[in-house]
Nanobody, 130 residues
Framework: QVQLVESGGGPVQAGGSLRLSCAPS????????MAWFRQAPGKAREGVAA???????DYADSVKGRFTISKDVAKNTLYLQMNSLKPDDTALYYC????????????????????????WGQGTQVTVSS
């Protein structure tokens, strides 16, 4: 079991920045794929970014060049640095984790891969105003 707690969301104006954090705890998470997903009202959950135990990252096209996923092993924290935010980035952002061996599409945010992640945080709201 892995427990995940997100923080760092809030209101921000378009063009601004936010950094989300996710603190994992539990068994074996250091070997896990860690990812960020988001869900806007009335829309399906979508992948944002994922990072493997080797540091390799995958991003959704909509956030490439604006968002950066990273992890600080010493601080035991996963981050999502979000720059140049747009109103379309408004959503509830979730941290997720799982072994890459059980993920349908590996450590990626490919469409549908969210359904194979077993461990989720409670979410943190990001609201971008124009």
């Amino acid at each position: 079991q892995v427990q995940l707690v997100e923080s760092g969301g809030g209101p921000v104006q378009a063009g601004g920045s936010l950094r989300l954090s996710c603190a994992p705890s539990g068994d074996n998470y250091n070997r896990y794929c860690m990812a960020w997903f988001r869900q806007a009202p009335g829309k399906a959950r979508e992948g944002v970014a994922a990072i493997g135990s080797d540091g390799g990252a995958d991003y959704a096209d909509s956030v490439k060049g604006r968002f950066t996923i990273s992890k600080d092993v010493a601080k035991n924290t996963l981050y999502l640095q979000m720059n140049s935010l747009k109103p379309d980035d408004t959503a509830l952002y979730y941290c997720a984790a799982d072994s890459p061996f059980v993920l349908y599409l590996g450590c990626t945010v490919g469409v549908g891969n969210d359904k194979s992640f077993r461990f989720w945080g409670q979410g943190t709201q990001v609201t971008v105003s124009s």
